[in-house]
């Protein structure tokens, strides 16, 4: 148990391996939005993470600041929350290296998502693969943050965090050092919008990676991109169901209601209530001026702000001493605890 009386602090991040999508927009940064003006937020780009796999260096340095662009066109604000790259803070992989001592083997073998991302090839997957999870634990607790934004993926990370915080407390005899973090799941944002699936293919995740160039809305995208993918979406030849069970066995279906659902506020029940009985002639069209309306404006910002590389840049930099000044002592305070000379 921890005795941690500190102050509620937030913290997330994103890897700077991918271009930003609706499914990150809805799952993850329209909370970040959220958040920001109701508690102390830092969000970071996860770009040490990034390269626990190959990156090509420019490709790299470009996706980082696409990223904080896309932040910022969202609504994250950096004069409120912390946005800053994780490796311009050097105490992040300080403390990753005390807690690779304090974490067991076993808590990581039992990681599912490194056995996911490495597959049949663990063997030639990078230590930095294996020991990520340890690197995700240095990233919460070097600023002792309290509360983590996560997707049901992530809950085992977040219990390792806090197992490596729990016995760094036991170990050094200080309760009240480390705080557990908890996990901001649900609350306030629901589970609408949660979890976004491809535009052609329900069962599937939305992701970048698809190899159709129609499954995925990105953030980038103007009014006339969106319009034809949604107008592209894979969908079946039935009317909407008047009630969300309906919705069960019909995977496309569900995601276009879904986020229709994330974006309007409305719940499933009343959104069925509007279209239940109709086809997707009618639906989709309501759909597309529906994300139009909410997502072209952020490709606007985001094409502006990446015209800009030198304002964001600067922003990083000014985020990157923010997030150090509130890290480095914990840091210094850590290797006093350890035993190393200060």
Known sequence: MSDYQGPMRVLSGIQTSGEMHLGNYLGAIRKFVALQHQHECLYFLADMHAVTVWQDPEQLRRQTLHIAASF???????????????????????????????????????????????????????????????????????????HVPVGEDQKQHLELSRDIAGKFNHDY??????????????????????????????????????????????????????????????????????????????PEAKNLVGIYTALSGKSSAEVLVEFGGQGF?????????????KIAPIGEELRRLEADPGYLQGALRTGAEKAASIADPVVREVKDIVGFLT
């Open 72 to 146: 910022m066109a969202a609504g994250i604000d950096p004069e409120t929350a912390t946005v800053f790259p994780q490796s311009q803070v050097r105490a992040h992989a300080e403390l990753a290296w005390i807690f690779n001592c304090v974490a067991r083997l076993g808590w990581l073998d039992r990681m599912t998502q490194f056995k996911d991302k490495a597959g049949k090839n663990a063997e030639r997957a990078s230590v930095g693969l294996y020991t990520y999870p340890v690197l995700q634990a240095a990233d919460i607790l070097v600023y002792k943050a309290t």
């Open 173 to 250: 005899e200080k309760p009240d050092f480390f705080p557990l973090p908890e996990p901001l799941i649900k609350g306030e944002f629901g589970e609408a919008g949660a979890r976004i699936m491809s535009l052609r293919d329900g069962s599937k995740k939305m992701s970048k990676s698809d190899p159709s160039e129609n499954a995925c809305i990105f953030l980038r995208d103007d009014a006339d991109a969106i319009a034809k993918k949604i107008k592209k979406a894979k969908s079946d030849a039935d009317a909407l169901p008047s009630e969300p069970d309906g919705l069960e066995d019909r």
């Open 281 to 293: 002639g009618v639906f989709k069209p309501a759909l597309a001026e529906l994300v139009v309306e």
